[in-house]
């Protein structure tokens, strides 16, 4: 049996509006790649940054580790007066998120313009 490849993982961020950085994934994030996005989250909050939307339309799938990458962003991002956004997810992946509850606990909206305008307060 052929192990499956996995493809790469591309992270990109900037200011989508004053205040709110984007970051947008693209491919599959798997255990591999999962401390590359820790990294840059720890690097947006050591920089200030508390409100991020995370664009999503990129990726198909996401490891459970990813998704508590999110769930703890969201918690240090609340716990310091910003918040996190998840925006653009795939169905596949959506359905996924909203199996384990995260909905629950983290916005979850159609794209980036919706999540910026909610980070922005004009939502």
Known sequence: MAAQQQSPVRIEYDMAAPNVVEVRVHG???????????ALVYQLFNEGHLRIVFNLSGSNYLA?????????????????????????????????????????????VADTKEAVGILSGRA
Do not use: Q
């Open 64 to 108: 459970s580790s990813a998704i508590g990458t999110f769930l703890g962003a969201a918690e240090t991002a609340r716990g310091k007066g910003g918040d996190v956004v998840l925006a653009g997810i795939r169905d596949k992946v959506r359905h996924v998120l909203d199996l384990m509850g995260v909905p629950r606990i983290v916005r979850i």
């Open 28 to 38: 599959e994030v798997g255990m591999a790649s999962v401390p590359a996005l820790n």
